[in-house]
């Protein structure tokens, strides 16, 4: 069975510092990884995308990969209010059109 | 910026009633998908579908499911005779690229789906 785990928190994080998301997947044929923000009742948001081992960075969010060890992140920068969400970790084997979703980790920024 | 859309948002039906979910992909998208989550649950994934054929399914996706695009722009979803256990959010998604490439996919609003 094919998984994405992820802790579900709540996270909690004071407004302007850092939050810190993980995920681990079980699949090492999965070749794409995405981070998703789920507001309560809404759909998925892609927010982030990453390919290879290493950090890519798109405003405050930084995504970072390392395939050695099956681990995704989403670190999130100056969190604000605005960012309390569940987040969703996913993943794409090469070759297949689905991607896997994590349950989802809960953060909620305290002002 | 172009976006999925999904109509209705909430959809109300009987057990063993059909239903038709309806999705318009973005325009230059060439893979479209349906996804499910139930209350409380992970995102699940149905089917997914491109050049008028399906193209991956799951479990999930039995013989009370059916996949459609009757014209240039729109995409459905049909659950033949609803079960209580039908009862959830369903997304419809699309992509530029399917999985043997980068294929980041964008969700549609959903359509909440309440079996009675």
């Known amino acids: 069975q094919k998984e994405v785990e992820q802790n579900s928190g709540p996270l909690s994080v004071p407004e302007g510092a850092i939050a810190s998301l993980n995920c681990t997947y079980s699949?090492?044929?999965?070749?794409?990884f995405f981070w998703y923000r789920q507001y309560s009742g809404k759909s998925p948001e892609l927010i982030m995308s990453i390919y290879s081992n290493g950090d890519k960075e798109d405003g405050r969010f930084t995504a970072q990969l390392n395939k050695a060890s099956q681990y995704v992140s989403l670190l999130i920068r100056d969190s604000q209010p605005s960012d309390s969400a569940t987040y969703l970790c996913?993943?794409?084997?090469?070759?297949?059109?689905?991607?896997?979703f994590g349950k989802g980790t809960r953060l909620h920024i305290l002002p | 910026e172009p976006e999925v859309t999904q109509t209705p948002s909430h959809q109300v039906t009987q057990m063993g009633q059909e239903v038709i979910l309806r999705c318009v992909p973005i325009s230059n998208h060439l893979y479209f998908y349906w996804y499910r989550q139930i209350l409380g649950q992970k995102v699940e994934f149905l089917v997914s579908?491109?050049?008028?054929?399906?193209?991956?399914k799951s479990e999930i996706f039995d013989d009370q499911f059916s996949v459609e695009r009757p014209d240039g722009s729109n995409f459905t979803l049909k659950i033949r005779s609803t079960k209580l256990e039908d009862s959830a959010m369903y997304f419809c998604?699309?992509?530029?690229?399917?999985?043997?490439?980068?294929?980041?996919?964008?969700f549609g609003p959903g359509t909440r789906l309440t079996v009675l």
């Open positions: 998604a699309s992509s530029e690229r399917g999985g043997a490439s980068y294929n980041e996919q964008f």
């Open positions: 996913a993943v794409n084997r090469l070759g297949d059109d689905k991607i896997i």
């Open positions: 579908f491109y050049n008028n054929e399906i193209s991956e």
């Open positions: 699949d090492r044929g999965s070749q794409s």
